[in-house]
């Protein structure tokens, strides 16, 4: 028996996802693409990009009367799943509900404990072959509930919870279906490169890496795996043949980690010869290892890639065991201004030793390395975390909806919640107001629009316009530049 599976993204905003365009909802089309090829009927209900609330989402349930509605959910946006899956039970008690991603995966027990009316299962970990599993037992026509791995559900015994399911290998990822069809594309756009249509692609997927604040690695249990450059290059050329898409952003983690590999697939973007273009993020030892190739980076039309810097000190990093050295960090950044490629990256404050003094060093040391862009974000407590344990004494709220990393929820032993979120608001403003000057006078044409433009959206789409006036006088010898971006 076939089954109408209901795919939602939940209508969570906190003003920092959406600032740069509507990303396509990737983990729900390689879902769909299984669940279809396997018999069912999935439709994928983007309510995150479509700014729907929840009487919206209601009646489009109403409308579509689903066997089964599924979700997933990081942390932050759990809450808003939550409400999503109330109103689900509500509509009608007999719908299945799923919840996966990696909240779920993580917190189950929680989840069960709290809402045992409105979750029916939790997919733990990779979805792809447990949803098609679980779906097959639901029409009647599978294995038991108890034979699929990477369940958990509860039962008249109390609460099952099935064994790890193995990951996909890299020749599994190859031949994933992704049901890129069923998206509207003229939702997906990216604000910098204006009549783009965006979608988020991925060429690997986890990272072997053990940053103690990271959810990511946790996830993936310190694996890696690559799909072959051949692969990639056809999604490529398929998504810009059928729908048009000429911006592309790598949601992996780690896409540079095989430089073999990552060479091969910038080789087959460059003998491509489109007007297409390329997001990502990276570590920033494989931006100095890389330095011979920058200009294959280049070539390739990679625009804007992000590394992760997090500390101004080699205390700070070894502390977020994040396994570079400063200067790999400072050597990084400046081979990708050389390469005149956009470089982004973050800095984490809100440690429970954080005072003032230590958040103007980061300042410093962000000014110093010089990045176009700059972010500062609060560390948020994820309970699965490995440091958790260390930050849980210091966290104000267990209300997950603040564990977004810009606002502080973790109260330091020297300064309190508002002076932290004060100092947070302070790094950003003297930050970009010393950059936009440099980008007024920038002699690359498209990276200087593309950087005006992001700050113009920034200024308007994100959590700073709520701030704005937290953010003190601006100078006036910047405030023509920020007058003529909201022109």
């Known amino acids: 028996m076939s089954l109408k599976i209901f795919l939602i993204t939940p209508p969570y905003h906190c003003g920092i996802l959406e600032v740069a365009g509507t990303w396509t909802p990737l983990g729900f089309v390689y879902l769909a693409g299984e669940l279809r090829a396997a018999g069912h009927n999935p439709v994928i209900y983007d309510a995150m990009t479509l700014n729907h609330d929840l009487n919206q989402i209601v009646e489009r349930i109403i409308a579509e009367q689903p066997d089964v509605v599924a979700l997933t959910a990081f942390t932050?946006?759990?809450?808003?799943?939550?409400?999503?899956?109330?109103?689900?039970?509500?509509?009608?008690?007999?719908?299945?509900?799923?919840?996966?991603?990696?909240?779920?995966?993580?917190?189950?027990?929680?989840?069960?404990?709290?809402?045992?009316?409105?979750?029916?299962?939790?997919i733990r970990g990779e979805g792809e072959r447990t949803i098609v599993e679980l779906a097959e037992a639901l029409s009647g026509t599978g294995k038991p509930l108890a034979e699929i791995a990477g369940l958990a559900y509860p039962s008249g015994d109390g609460l099952v919870v099935t064994p790890k399911r193995r990951r996909l290998s890299e020749a599994e990822l190859d031949s994933l279906k992704p049901a890129w069809d069923l998206l509207n594309w003229d939702d997906y756009r990216y604000f910098m490169v204006p009549g783009s249509t965006l979608a988020v692609i991925s060429s690997s997927r986890g990272c072997e890496e053990n940053c103690s604040f990271c959810s990511q690695q946790k996830f993936w249990e310190q694996s890696w795996r690559g799909r072959t450059p051949e692969?990639?290059?056809?999604?490529?050329?398929?998504?810009?043949?059928?729908?048009?898409?000429?911006?592309?952003?790598?949601?992996?983690?780690?896409?540079?980690?095989?430089?073999?590999?990552?060479?091969?697939?910038?080789?087959?973007?460059?003998?491509?010869?489109?007007?297409?273009?390329?997001?990502?993020?990276?570590?920033?030892?494989?931006?100095?290892?890389?330095?011979?190739?920058?200009?294959?980076?280049?070539?390739?039309?990679?625009?804007?890639?992000?590394?992760?810097?997090?500390?101004?000190?080699?205390?700070?990093?070894?502390?977020?065991?994040?396994?570079?050295?400063?200067?790999?960090?400072?050597?990084?950044?400046?081979?990708?201004?050389?390469?005149?490629?956009?470089?982004?990256?973050?800095?984490?404050?809100?440690?429970?030793?954080?005072?003032?003094?230590?958040?103007?060093?980061?300042?410093?040391?962000?000014?110093?390395?010089?990045?176009?862009?700059?972010?500062?974000?609060?560390?948020?407590?994820?309970?699965y975390a490995d440091m958790y344990q260390e930050l849980e004494p210091h966290i104000v709220t267990k209300d997950y909806s603040k564990y977004n990393l810009i606002e502080p929820v973790i109260e330091p032993k020297n300064l309190s919640i508002?002076?932290?979120?004060?100092?947070?608001?302070?790094?950003?403003?003297?930050?970009?107001?010393?950059?936009?000057?440099?980008?007024?006078?920038?002699?690359?044409?498209?990276?200087?629009?593309?950087?005006l433009n992001s700050m113009k959206e920034m200024l308007t789409n994100s959590f700073l316009k709520t701030h704005m006036k937290g953010l003190g006088q601006m100078p006036a010898v910047v405030e023509k530049y920020v007058k003529k971006l909201l022109a």
């Open 76 to 122: 932050a946006s759990f809450p808003a799943t939550m409400d999503v899956l109330m109103a689900v039970k509500q509509v009608n008690p007999e719908i299945t509900t799923v919840l996966g991603g990696v909240h779920a995966t993580f917190m189950y027990e929680e989840i069960f404990s709290q809402y045992p009316e409105l979750v029916d299962f939790v």
């Open 418 to 451: 508002q002076e932290l979120h004060k100092e947070m608001l302070a790094c950003y403003r003297k930050f970009y107001l010393q950059k936009l000057p440099k980008w007024d006078k920038m002699e690359d044409d498209f990276n200087k629009k593309y950087l």
């Open 231 to 383: 692969s990639v290059i056809s999604e490529i050329v398929h998504l810009n043949d059928e729908y048009g898409v000429n911006v592309f952003m790598f949601a992996d983690e780690y896409p540079t980690k095989d430089r073999k590999r990552w060479e091969a697939i910038l080789d087959g973007i460059i003998a491509l010869d489109r007007e297409i273009y390329f997001l990502m993020e990276t570590r920033v030892e494989d931006i100095v290892r890389d330095a011979d190739i920058l200009w294959k980076y280049k070539k390739a039309k990679v625009i804007h890639v992000y590394v992760g810097v997090e500390a101004a000190d080699q205390e700070g990093l070894d502390k977020f065991n994040k396994n570079i050295k400063v200067e790999e960090s400072r050597e990084a950044l400046r081979l990708l201004k050389e390469a005149k490629i956009i470089s982004e990256t973050s800095f984490i404050l809100g440690t429970p030793d954080e005072t003032k003094g230590s958040i103007s060093k980061t300042l410093q040391q962000a000014i110093e390395y010089d990045p176009d862009f700059a972010h500062f974000l609060m560390l948020s407590p994820w309970p």
